[in-house]
Protein backbone atom coordinates (compact mmCIF):
# COMPACT_ATOMS: atom_id res chain seq x y z
CA UNK A 1 0.00 0.00 0.00
CA UNK A 2 2.72 2.10 0.76
CA UNK A 3 4.63 1.70 -1.83
CA UNK A 4 1.38 2.61 -4.14
CA UNK A 5 1.23 5.57 -2.71
CA UNK A 6 4.75 6.83 -3.39
CA UNK A 7 4.08 5.68 -6.89
CA UNK A 8 1.07 7.42 -6.81
CA UNK A 9 2.50 10.88 -5.11
CA UNK A 10 5.18 10.45 -7.93
CA UNK A 11 3.23 10.17 -10.41
CA UNK A 12 1.09 13.29 -8.82
CA UNK A 13 4.41 15.54 -8.87
CA UNK A 14 5.17 14.44 -12.60
CA UNK A 15 1.33 15.47 -13.37
CA UNK A 16 2.06 18.62 -11.91
CA UNK A 17 5.45 19.74 -13.21
CA UNK A 18 3.68 18.91 -16.85
CA UNK A 19 0.85 20.87 -16.60
CA UNK A 20 2.99 23.56 -15.53
CA UNK A 21 4.81 23.25 -18.58
CA UNK A 22 1.90 23.22 -20.90
CA UNK A 23 0.26 26.46 -19.39
CA UNK A 24 3.35 27.91 -21.01
CA UNK A 25 3.62 26.43 -23.95
CA UNK A 26 0.19 25.39 -25.51
CA UNK A 27 -1.89 28.49 -26.91
CA UNK A 28 -4.96 27.25 -28.77
CA UNK A 29 -7.60 25.98 -26.75
CA UNK A 30 -8.04 22.42 -28.64
CA UNK A 31 -4.75 20.92 -27.92
CA UNK A 32 -4.15 22.08 -24.72
CA UNK A 33 -7.26 20.31 -23.54
CA UNK A 34 -6.29 17.25 -24.95
CA UNK A 35 -3.65 17.49 -23.35
CA UNK A 36 -4.86 18.18 -19.92
CA UNK A 37 -6.97 15.31 -20.44
CA UNK A 38 -4.01 13.09 -21.58
CA UNK A 39 -2.15 13.59 -18.10
CA UNK A 40 -5.14 13.54 -15.69
CA UNK A 41 -6.02 9.84 -17.34
CA UNK A 42 -2.45 9.01 -17.38
CA UNK A 43 -2.00 9.96 -14.35
CA UNK A 44 -5.28 8.01 -12.44
CA UNK A 45 -4.62 5.12 -14.76
CA UNK A 46 -8.60 6.32 -16.36
CA UNK A 47 -10.35 4.53 -19.17
CA UNK A 48 -12.44 7.08 -19.95
CA UNK A 49 -12.72 10.83 -19.80
CA UNK A 50 -14.13 14.68 -20.44
CA UNK A 51 -13.44 18.12 -20.49
CA UNK A 52 -16.60 19.89 -20.01
CA UNK A 53 -16.62 24.19 -20.21
CA UNK A 54 -19.08 26.68 -19.50
CA UNK A 55 -20.98 27.57 -22.73
CA UNK A 56 -23.61 30.27 -22.55
CA UNK A 57 -24.54 28.70 -26.19
CA UNK A 58 -25.55 25.36 -24.78
CA UNK A 59 -28.95 24.24 -23.48
CA UNK A 60 -27.26 22.40 -20.24
CA UNK A 61 -25.15 25.09 -19.65
CA UNK A 62 -22.07 23.76 -20.98
CA UNK A 63 -20.28 21.77 -23.43
CA UNK A 64 -18.20 18.68 -23.81
CA UNK A 65 -14.68 20.43 -25.49
CA UNK A 66 -12.86 17.17 -25.48
CA UNK A 67 -13.56 13.55 -24.94
CA UNK A 68 -11.15 9.99 -24.73
CA UNK A 69 -13.02 7.11 -25.24
CA UNK A 70 -16.11 8.17 -25.53
CA UNK A 71 -19.09 7.99 -28.07
CA UNK A 72 -21.11 10.98 -28.87
CA UNK A 73 -24.13 9.08 -27.51
CA UNK A 74 -22.67 8.21 -24.33
CA UNK A 75 -21.45 11.53 -23.67
CA UNK A 76 -24.78 13.22 -24.39
CA UNK A 77 -26.73 10.91 -21.62
CA UNK A 78 -23.58 11.36 -18.88
CA UNK A 79 -24.24 15.49 -19.26
CA UNK A 80 -27.73 15.25 -19.99
CA UNK A 81 -29.00 13.38 -16.90
CA UNK A 82 -30.29 15.94 -14.52
CA UNK A 83 -28.99 14.02 -11.44
CA UNK A 84 -25.55 12.72 -12.44
CA UNK A 85 -22.38 13.11 -11.12
CA UNK A 86 -21.76 16.24 -13.55
CA UNK A 87 -24.75 18.14 -12.75
CA UNK A 88 -23.73 18.07 -9.38
CA UNK A 89 -20.29 19.12 -9.81
CA UNK A 90 -21.06 21.76 -12.17
CA UNK A 91 -23.99 22.96 -9.67
CA UNK A 92 -22.10 23.06 -6.56
CA UNK A 93 -18.14 23.83 -7.86
CA UNK A 94 -16.75 20.88 -5.62
CA UNK A 95 -15.03 17.47 -6.39
CA UNK A 96 -16.91 14.53 -6.05
CA UNK A 97 -14.94 11.10 -6.00
CA UNK A 98 -17.22 7.79 -5.90
CA UNK A 99 -15.75 4.15 -5.53
CA UNK A 100 -18.42 1.34 -5.32
CA UNK A 101 -20.58 3.51 -7.19
CA UNK A 102 -23.90 0.71 -6.72
CA UNK A 103 -23.35 0.67 -3.07
CA UNK A 104 -23.37 4.48 -3.07
CA UNK A 105 -26.41 5.76 -1.60
CA UNK A 106 -26.72 8.96 -3.41
CA UNK A 107 -25.86 7.70 -7.02
CA UNK A 108 -27.27 4.08 -7.72
CA UNK A 109 -30.38 5.17 -8.90
CA UNK A 110 -28.72 7.63 -11.18
CA UNK A 111 -29.83 6.52 -14.41
CA UNK A 112 -26.23 6.76 -15.91
CA UNK A 113 -24.51 5.23 -13.53
CA UNK A 114 -26.70 2.17 -13.18
CA UNK A 115 -26.91 1.93 -17.09
CA UNK A 116 -23.23 2.04 -17.41
CA UNK A 117 -22.26 0.26 -14.55
CA UNK A 118 -19.55 2.62 -13.81
CA UNK A 119 -17.37 1.55 -11.30
CA UNK A 120 -15.62 4.23 -10.37
CA UNK A 121 -15.91 8.33 -11.02
CA UNK A 122 -13.84 11.36 -10.23
CA UNK A 123 -15.59 14.58 -11.28
CA UNK A 124 -13.43 17.62 -10.52
CA UNK A 125 -14.57 21.69 -11.52
CA UNK A 126 -12.25 23.82 -13.07
CA UNK A 127 -12.60 27.18 -11.07
CA UNK A 128 -10.22 30.43 -11.59
CA UNK A 129 -10.55 32.95 -9.17
CA UNK A 130 -13.58 31.63 -7.43
CA UNK A 131 -15.37 30.95 -10.68
CA UNK A 132 -16.43 27.84 -12.31
CA UNK A 133 -15.61 27.72 -15.91
CA UNK A 134 -15.95 23.92 -16.21
CA UNK A 135 -15.18 20.36 -15.10
CA UNK A 136 -12.86 17.52 -15.94
CA UNK A 137 -14.81 13.87 -15.93
CA UNK A 138 -12.63 10.68 -15.65
CA UNK A 139 -14.46 7.08 -15.02
CA UNK A 140 -13.24 3.47 -15.28
CA UNK A 141 -15.38 0.42 -15.67
CA UNK A 142 -13.47 -1.95 -14.21
CA UNK A 143 -12.15 -2.30 -10.45
CA UNK A 144 -8.96 -2.00 -12.20
CA UNK A 145 -8.15 1.89 -11.43
CA UNK A 146 -10.48 2.63 -8.75
CA UNK A 147 -9.94 6.69 -8.00
CA UNK A 148 -10.07 7.18 -3.83
CA UNK A 149 -10.02 10.55 -1.71
CA UNK A 150 -5.92 10.06 -1.74
CA UNK A 151 -6.81 10.97 -5.86
CA UNK A 152 -8.11 14.20 -4.26
CA UNK A 153 -5.24 16.88 -3.21
CA UNK A 154 -3.56 16.06 -7.18
CA UNK A 155 -6.75 16.17 -8.98
CA UNK A 156 -7.59 19.76 -7.61
CA UNK A 157 -3.66 20.80 -7.43
CA UNK A 158 -4.30 19.66 -11.35
CA UNK A 159 -7.12 21.05 -12.58
CA UNK A 160 -6.14 24.23 -10.79
CA UNK A 161 -2.90 24.30 -12.68
CA UNK A 162 -5.42 23.51 -15.86
CA UNK A 163 -7.91 25.58 -15.12
CA UNK A 164 -5.21 28.56 -15.18
CA UNK A 165 -3.72 27.35 -18.89
CA UNK A 166 -7.52 27.22 -20.41
CA UNK A 167 -7.90 30.72 -18.94
CA UNK A 168 -4.88 32.01 -20.78
CA UNK A 169 -5.33 29.89 -23.45
CA UNK A 170 -8.56 31.44 -24.32
CA UNK A 171 -8.07 35.18 -23.72
CA UNK A 172 -5.10 34.53 -25.69
CA UNK A 173 -7.55 32.93 -28.58
CA UNK A 174 -9.71 36.18 -28.03
CA UNK A 175 -6.89 38.52 -28.47
CA UNK A 176 -5.97 37.28 -31.35
CA UNK A 177 -9.38 36.97 -32.93
CA UNK A 178 -9.85 40.32 -32.19
CA UNK A 179 -6.86 41.52 -33.55
CA UNK A 180 -7.75 39.84 -36.64
CA UNK A 181 -11.02 41.53 -36.62
CA UNK A 182 -9.49 44.71 -36.25
CA UNK A 183 -6.91 44.11 -39.14
CA UNK A 184 -9.74 42.67 -41.29
CA UNK A 185 -12.10 46.13 -41.20
CA UNK A 186 -8.86 48.43 -41.26
CA UNK A 187 -8.13 46.48 -44.24
CA UNK A 188 -11.58 46.31 -45.90
CA UNK A 189 -11.32 50.18 -45.77
CA UNK A 190 -9.25 50.32 -49.05
CA UNK A 191 -8.41 47.18 -51.43
CA UNK A 192 -4.94 46.86 -51.01
CA UNK A 193 -4.12 44.44 -49.44
CA UNK A 194 -0.45 44.76 -48.95
CA UNK A 195 -0.24 48.25 -47.92
CA UNK A 196 -0.35 48.63 -45.30
CA UNK A 197 -1.91 52.19 -42.92
CA UNK A 198 -4.87 54.06 -41.65
CA UNK A 199 -3.51 57.12 -41.14
CA UNK A 200 -4.83 61.01 -43.17
CA UNK A 201 -1.63 60.95 -45.13
CA UNK A 202 -1.54 57.47 -46.17
CA UNK A 203 -5.16 57.17 -46.46
CA UNK A 204 -4.84 60.09 -49.13
CA UNK A 205 -2.40 58.10 -51.09
CA UNK A 206 -5.14 55.24 -50.88
CA UNK A 207 -8.23 57.46 -52.20
CA UNK A 208 -5.60 58.86 -55.04
CA UNK A 209 -4.50 55.38 -56.17
CA UNK A 210 -8.51 54.37 -56.09
CA UNK A 211 -9.51 57.12 -58.47
CA UNK A 212 -6.72 56.47 -60.71
CA UNK A 213 -7.17 52.16 -61.12
CA UNK A 214 -9.45 52.10 -64.38
CA UNK A 215 -7.88 54.91 -65.97
CA UNK A 216 -4.61 54.76 -68.05
CA UNK A 217 -3.06 58.42 -66.55
CA UNK A 218 0.11 58.34 -65.71
CA UNK A 219 1.34 58.65 -62.62
CA UNK A 220 4.65 60.06 -61.01
CA UNK A 221 5.03 58.38 -57.31
CA UNK A 222 6.98 61.04 -55.17
CA UNK A 223 8.94 60.62 -51.69
CA UNK A 224 11.66 59.38 -49.80
CA UNK A 225 13.60 56.07 -50.17
CA UNK A 226 11.64 53.40 -48.00
CA UNK A 227 8.11 54.64 -48.21
CA UNK A 228 6.90 52.35 -50.58
CA UNK A 229 6.81 53.69 -54.08
CA UNK A 230 7.02 50.62 -55.92
CA UNK A 231 4.55 49.10 -53.79
CA UNK A 232 1.89 51.73 -54.73
CA UNK A 233 3.22 50.89 -58.21
CA UNK A 234 2.37 47.48 -58.16
CA UNK A 235 -0.32 48.06 -56.32
CA UNK A 236 -1.99 50.30 -59.15
CA UNK A 237 -1.38 47.71 -61.93
CA UNK A 238 -2.42 44.49 -59.55
CA UNK A 239 -5.90 46.44 -59.25
CA UNK A 240 -6.68 47.74 -62.22
CA UNK A 241 -8.23 46.22 -65.14
CA UNK A 242 -4.20 45.24 -66.97
CA UNK A 243 -3.63 43.04 -63.98
CA UNK A 244 -3.42 39.84 -66.02
CA UNK A 245 -1.13 41.85 -68.40
CA UNK A 246 2.69 42.32 -67.69
CA UNK A 247 4.10 44.50 -64.82
CA UNK A 248 7.39 45.55 -65.90
CA UNK A 249 9.91 47.64 -63.66
CA UNK A 250 13.56 49.45 -65.02
CA UNK A 251 15.65 50.63 -62.55
CA UNK A 252 16.62 54.00 -64.83
CA UNK A 253 19.95 54.73 -62.95
CA UNK A 254 21.16 51.31 -63.43
CA UNK A 255 22.69 50.79 -67.06
CA UNK A 256 24.82 53.27 -69.17
CA UNK A 257 22.92 55.34 -72.10
CA UNK A 258 23.32 52.66 -75.09
CA UNK A 259 22.17 50.03 -73.00
CA UNK A 260 19.35 51.07 -71.25
CA UNK A 261 18.04 52.42 -75.12
CA UNK A 262 18.22 48.59 -76.57
CA UNK A 263 16.61 47.55 -73.40
CA UNK A 264 13.85 50.26 -73.27
CA UNK A 265 12.92 49.84 -76.92
CA UNK A 266 14.73 46.45 -78.21
CA UNK A 267 17.06 46.65 -81.24
CA UNK A 268 17.51 45.07 -84.71
CA UNK A 269 19.96 42.62 -85.32
CA UNK A 270 23.50 44.14 -86.65
CA UNK A 271 22.50 47.33 -85.00
CA UNK A 272 25.50 47.59 -82.86
CA UNK A 273 28.29 44.80 -82.04
CA UNK A 274 26.40 42.01 -79.79
CA UNK A 275 23.25 42.56 -81.59
CA UNK A 276 23.33 39.06 -82.88
CA UNK A 277 19.47 38.85 -83.27
CA UNK A 278 16.24 41.00 -83.03
CA UNK A 279 15.06 41.62 -79.55
CA UNK A 280 12.25 43.06 -78.43
CA UNK A 281 12.69 45.85 -76.12
CA UNK A 282 10.58 46.66 -72.55
CA UNK A 283 8.24 48.63 -73.62
CA UNK A 284 6.69 45.99 -76.54
CA UNK A 285 7.34 42.95 -73.61
CA UNK A 286 4.69 45.23 -71.30
CA UNK A 287 2.49 45.58 -74.15
CA UNK A 288 -1.12 45.87 -72.37
CA UNK A 289 0.35 46.26 -69.29
CA UNK A 290 2.34 48.92 -67.20
CA UNK A 291 5.78 49.96 -67.37
CA UNK A 292 7.32 50.98 -63.81
CA UNK A 293 10.27 53.47 -64.31
CA UNK A 294 11.78 53.55 -60.84
CA UNK A 295 14.08 56.45 -60.49
CA UNK A 296 12.66 58.28 -63.13
CA UNK A 297 15.26 61.14 -62.41
CA UNK A 298 17.83 59.92 -63.46
CA UNK A 299 17.01 59.17 -67.30
CA UNK A 300 19.31 60.75 -69.22
CA UNK A 301 18.20 64.23 -72.20
CA UNK A 302 18.09 61.72 -74.95
CA UNK A 303 16.49 58.38 -73.34
CA UNK A 304 13.99 61.35 -72.15
CA UNK A 305 13.05 62.46 -75.52
CA UNK A 306 12.06 59.03 -76.37
CA UNK A 307 9.99 58.17 -73.92
CA UNK A 308 8.45 61.52 -74.78
CA UNK A 309 7.56 59.92 -77.84
CA UNK A 310 6.03 56.67 -76.11
CA UNK A 311 4.19 59.09 -73.78
CA UNK A 312 2.78 61.45 -76.85
CA UNK A 313 2.26 58.95 -79.60
CA UNK A 314 2.35 55.65 -77.96
CA UNK A 315 5.02 54.48 -80.21
CA UNK A 316 8.73 53.43 -80.12
CA UNK A 317 11.47 52.80 -82.41
CA UNK A 318 13.70 49.96 -82.30
CA UNK A 319 17.49 50.46 -82.38
CA UNK A 320 18.39 50.32 -85.83
CA UNK A 321 15.09 50.19 -87.40
CA UNK A 322 13.19 53.41 -89.27
CA UNK A 323 9.75 51.81 -88.67
CA UNK A 324 8.01 52.59 -85.73
CA UNK A 325 6.22 50.37 -83.72
CA UNK A 326 3.09 50.91 -81.54
CA UNK A 327 3.03 49.94 -77.86
CA UNK A 328 0.32 50.06 -75.48
CA UNK A 329 1.76 50.78 -71.78
CA UNK A 330 0.96 52.31 -69.09
CA UNK A 331 3.60 54.50 -67.36
CA UNK A 332 3.80 54.97 -63.43
CA UNK A 333 7.16 56.37 -62.42
CA UNK A 334 8.72 57.30 -59.40
CA UNK A 335 10.95 58.97 -57.75
CA UNK A 336 12.76 60.31 -54.60
CA UNK A 337 14.43 63.40 -55.96
CA UNK A 338 12.56 66.58 -56.36
CA UNK A 339 12.11 66.50 -60.50
CA UNK A 340 10.92 70.23 -59.58
CA UNK A 341 14.58 71.23 -59.04
CA UNK A 342 15.90 69.20 -61.80
CA UNK A 343 13.78 70.63 -64.16
CA UNK A 344 15.49 74.13 -62.80
CA UNK A 345 18.88 73.09 -63.20
CA UNK A 346 17.98 71.41 -67.20
CA UNK A 347 18.19 68.75 -66.11
CA UNK A 348 15.16 66.98 -66.67
CA UNK A 349 12.87 67.88 -69.09
CA UNK A 350 9.70 70.12 -68.17
CA UNK A 351 7.35 68.67 -70.91
CA UNK A 352 8.48 64.83 -70.04
CA UNK A 353 7.82 66.12 -66.60
CA UNK A 354 3.91 67.24 -67.00
CA UNK A 355 3.48 63.92 -69.23
CA UNK A 356 4.54 61.64 -66.66
CA UNK A 357 2.51 63.83 -63.52
CA UNK A 358 -0.56 63.46 -64.96
CA UNK A 359 -1.63 61.72 -61.29
CA UNK A 360 1.11 62.33 -58.78
CA UNK A 361 1.11 61.18 -55.34
CA UNK A 362 3.50 62.15 -52.10
CA UNK A 363 4.36 59.17 -50.68
CA UNK A 364 4.64 60.55 -46.66
CA UNK A 365 7.84 59.60 -44.51
CA UNK A 366 6.91 57.39 -42.05
CA UNK A 367 7.76 59.64 -38.90
CA UNK A 368 4.93 61.83 -41.02
CA UNK A 369 2.25 59.18 -39.67
CA UNK A 370 3.72 57.66 -36.48
CA UNK A 371 0.37 56.27 -35.59
CA UNK A 372 0.78 53.89 -38.71
CA UNK A 373 3.42 52.29 -36.86
CA UNK A 374 1.97 49.55 -34.36
CA UNK A 375 -0.22 48.65 -37.49
CA UNK A 376 3.02 47.81 -39.36
CA UNK A 377 5.43 46.61 -36.70
CA UNK A 378 2.38 43.88 -36.47
CA UNK A 379 1.98 43.15 -39.94
CA UNK A 380 5.61 42.99 -40.35
CA UNK A 381 5.51 40.79 -37.01
CA UNK A 382 3.10 38.64 -38.43
CA UNK A 383 5.59 38.34 -41.74
CA UNK A 384 9.01 37.37 -39.43
CA UNK A 385 7.92 34.81 -36.98
CA UNK A 386 6.17 32.75 -38.93
CA UNK A 387 9.19 30.57 -38.60
CA UNK A 388 9.15 31.55 -34.43
CA UNK A 389 5.79 31.66 -33.54
CA UNK A 390 6.55 31.45 -29.55
CA UNK A 391 6.50 35.73 -30.12
CA UNK A 392 3.16 37.09 -29.20
CA UNK A 393 3.68 41.04 -29.82
CA UNK A 394 5.70 43.84 -28.57
CA UNK A 395 6.22 45.14 -24.97
CA UNK A 396 4.52 48.65 -24.12
CA UNK A 397 8.22 49.92 -24.04
CA UNK A 398 9.06 48.64 -27.47
CA UNK A 399 5.98 50.42 -28.93
CA UNK A 400 6.88 53.27 -27.23
CA UNK A 401 10.41 53.64 -28.79
CA UNK A 402 9.32 52.77 -32.14
CA UNK A 403 6.79 55.92 -32.11
CA UNK A 404 9.30 58.00 -30.81
CA UNK A 405 12.20 57.33 -33.42
CA UNK A 406 12.34 59.17 -36.48
CA UNK A 407 12.61 56.66 -39.57
CA UNK A 408 14.86 58.04 -41.39
CA UNK A 409 14.77 54.44 -43.81
CA UNK A 410 11.19 54.89 -43.65
CA UNK A 411 8.90 51.37 -43.51
CA UNK A 412 12.07 49.67 -45.05
CA UNK A 413 13.58 50.38 -41.98
CA UNK A 414 11.33 49.59 -40.23
CA UNK A 415 10.92 46.33 -41.53
CA UNK A 416 14.22 45.81 -41.08
CA UNK A 417 13.94 46.20 -37.45
CA UNK A 418 10.94 43.74 -36.70
CA UNK A 419 12.91 41.11 -38.63
CA UNK A 420 16.19 41.62 -36.43
CA UNK A 421 14.56 41.49 -33.45
CA UNK A 422 12.45 38.56 -34.06
CA UNK A 423 15.89 36.66 -34.50
CA UNK A 424 17.21 38.90 -31.27
CA UNK A 425 13.98 38.47 -29.24
CA UNK A 426 14.47 35.66 -26.30
CA UNK A 427 11.02 35.74 -24.99
CA UNK A 428 7.29 36.12 -25.76
CA UNK A 429 7.79 39.51 -26.24
CA UNK A 430 9.62 41.88 -28.64
CA UNK A 431 11.60 44.15 -25.96
CA UNK A 432 13.59 47.61 -26.23
CA UNK A 433 16.94 46.04 -26.33
CA UNK A 434 16.11 43.71 -29.41
CA UNK A 435 14.63 46.62 -31.20
CA UNK A 436 18.54 48.09 -31.72
CA UNK A 437 17.55 51.31 -32.99
CA UNK A 438 20.26 53.38 -32.93
CA UNK A 439 20.00 56.48 -30.24
CA UNK A 440 21.02 58.85 -32.30
CA UNK A 441 23.71 59.18 -35.79
CA UNK A 442 26.99 58.05 -35.33
CA UNK A 443 29.40 60.68 -34.76
CA UNK A 444 30.67 61.51 -38.18
CA UNK A 445 31.73 64.33 -37.78
CA UNK A 446 30.99 68.34 -37.85
CA UNK A 447 28.28 68.15 -40.56
CA UNK A 448 27.56 72.10 -40.34
CA UNK A 449 28.90 73.63 -43.41
CA UNK A 450 28.23 70.17 -45.70
CA UNK A 451 25.31 70.01 -48.56
CA UNK A 452 22.87 67.73 -48.28
CA UNK A 453 24.52 65.42 -50.85
CA UNK A 454 28.16 65.80 -49.15
CA UNK A 455 26.16 64.74 -45.81
CA UNK A 456 24.53 61.61 -47.40
CA UNK A 457 28.18 60.31 -48.78
CA UNK A 458 29.55 60.84 -45.91
CA UNK A 459 27.14 58.88 -44.01
CA UNK A 460 27.22 56.21 -46.41
CA UNK A 461 30.75 56.02 -46.31
CA UNK A 462 30.82 55.54 -42.44
CA UNK A 463 28.30 53.01 -42.68
CA UNK A 464 30.02 51.19 -45.05
CA UNK A 465 33.24 51.32 -43.19
CA UNK A 466 31.37 49.94 -39.95
CA UNK A 467 30.08 47.28 -41.94
CA UNK A 468 33.34 46.50 -43.59
CA UNK A 469 31.88 47.32 -46.97
CA UNK A 470 29.14 44.64 -46.87
CA UNK A 471 26.77 46.28 -49.07
CA UNK A 472 23.84 44.19 -47.38
CA UNK A 473 24.28 45.38 -43.90
CA UNK A 474 25.14 48.75 -44.96
CA UNK A 475 21.48 49.23 -46.74
CA UNK A 476 19.99 47.23 -43.75
CA UNK A 477 21.13 49.63 -41.30
CA UNK A 478 20.52 53.26 -43.59
CA UNK A 479 16.98 51.77 -44.43
CA UNK A 480 17.83 52.05 -48.11
CA UNK A 481 17.71 49.48 -50.89
CA UNK A 482 20.82 47.44 -51.93
CA UNK A 483 20.16 48.82 -55.59
CA UNK A 484 19.72 52.41 -54.13
CA UNK A 485 23.20 52.12 -52.59
CA UNK A 486 24.69 50.95 -55.50
CA UNK A 487 23.89 53.29 -57.67
CA UNK A 488 25.00 56.12 -54.99
CA UNK A 489 28.39 54.42 -55.04
CA UNK A 490 28.37 54.20 -58.77
CA UNK A 491 27.55 57.97 -58.95
CA UNK A 492 30.22 59.19 -56.44
CA UNK A 493 32.91 57.50 -58.30
CA UNK A 494 32.45 58.96 -61.59
N1 LIG B 1 2.32 50.75 -46.54
C1 LIG B 1 3.10 49.67 -46.50
N2 LIG B 1 2.60 48.53 -46.01
C2 LIG B 1 3.38 47.43 -45.96
N3 LIG B 1 4.65 47.36 -46.36
C3 LIG B 1 5.20 48.47 -46.86
C4 LIG B 1 4.45 49.68 -46.95
N4 LIG B 1 5.26 50.62 -47.49
C5 LIG B 1 6.44 50.03 -47.71
N5 LIG B 1 6.42 48.74 -47.35
C6 LIG B 1 7.55 47.80 -47.42
O1 LIG B 1 8.74 48.53 -47.23
C7 LIG B 1 9.75 48.13 -48.14
C8 LIG B 1 10.15 49.31 -49.01
O2 LIG B 1 9.11 49.65 -49.91
P1 LIG B 1 9.38 50.08 -51.42
O3 LIG B 1 10.48 49.24 -52.02
O4 LIG B 1 8.09 50.10 -52.14
O5 LIG B 1 9.92 51.55 -51.15
P2 LIG B 1 10.46 52.62 -52.18
O6 LIG B 1 9.77 53.88 -51.83
O7 LIG B 1 10.33 52.11 -53.57
O8 LIG B 1 11.98 52.73 -51.74
P3 LIG B 1 13.29 53.15 -52.62
O9 LIG B 1 13.13 54.63 -52.90
O10 LIG B 1 14.42 52.88 -51.70
O11 LIG B 1 13.27 52.31 -53.85
C9 LIG B 1 9.19 46.98 -48.92
O12 LIG B 1 9.58 45.76 -48.34
C10 LIG B 1 7.70 47.17 -48.80
O13 LIG B 1 7.03 45.94 -48.90
MG1 LIG C 1 11.81 51.70 -54.97
Redesign the pocket.
Known sequence: MQERSNTLASDSLQALSEIAFTVNSIQEIRPLLEKVLEIAMDTLAAERGFVLLKSESAPSGFEVKSSFNISDELLADLTGISNSVVTEVMAKGEPVILFETERDPRYNTSESIVLQSIQSIACVPLSIKNQQIGAIYLDSLTKRSRFTNESLPFLTAFTNQAAIAIENARLYESLRAENRRLRDEVQRMHRFE????QSPS?REVFDTMTQVLDTDATVLIQ??????????ARAIHYNGPRKDQPFLALFCGSLPDSLLESELFGHKRGAFTGAVTDKKGLFEAADGGTFFL?EVGDLSPQIQAKLLRVLQEGEIKRVGENHVRNVDVRIVS?T?KMLEELIREGSFREDLYYRLNIISID?PALRNRLSDIPL?AH?FLDKYSAKKPGIKGFSEQALEEMRGYRWPG???EL?NTIERSVILAKGELIEVGDLKLPQSLAPIGDQTGLTLREAEQRLVEQTLKDNQDNISQTAKQLG??R??LHYKLKEWQA
Open positions: ELIGIGESGTGKELVDANMLHNVREVSRW
